[in-house]
């Protein structure tokens, strides 16, 4: 089954994997929804069990916990209204040993964090991805290693799409 343990182990293996063969190349971790919370994770393992930080991390559509996102999915609105919401949907994941803590991990790591959102993200919305930033802000010695960039509404880029954004290697670098 897969577990948020499981998921991160994975990534460090991967790590693992391309660190041999990268030779001085910089290596980052790129999560998508879900993924930011899995790179973040990972980056605070490897920092904290192996004194090593990641070039950089960079969060595209993320969220802070996965209580609040659960909490904030707009597919959930309907059934926030229910007594029980909180115990059989939120708790559930808790349950599940997922907690995916990004604004926990990002308060201990000290690599470059970049953060993408699109101001009309569908799934996960834009003010979880602010959050974030804002908590990694108030933790970051060197406040210039942390950047937020939202893309407007305007570009259509929704949940999916900043990834096809041309100008997003400009933006990276």
Known sequence: HPSENGFTTDVL??????????GNSS???????????????????????RGVQVDAVVLESPYTNIRDAGANIPITMIYRQFPGFEYLILDS????????????????????????????????????GRKLYETARKAYKDK??????????????????????????????
């Open 27 to 49: 290596i980052l971790f790129w999560g998508h929804s879900l993924g930011t919370g899995i790179a973040t994770n990972a980056a605070r393992k490897l920092q904290e069990e």
């Open 93 to 128: 994941m808790a349950r599940a040993g997922m907690f995916f803590r990004s604004d926990e991990n990002v308060k201990v790591l000290g690599c470059p964090l970049l953060i993408l959102h699109a101001e009309d993200d569908g799934v996960l919305p834009p003010k979880l």
């Open 13 to 22: 293996a991967l790590y693992d994997w391309a660190k041999a063969r990268s």
């Open 144 to 173: 210039s290693k942390v950047k937020f960039i939202t893309f407007p509404e305007k570009l259509g880029l929704g949940h999916d799409y900043i990834s096809f954004n041309p100008e997003l290697p400009a933006l990276v670098k």
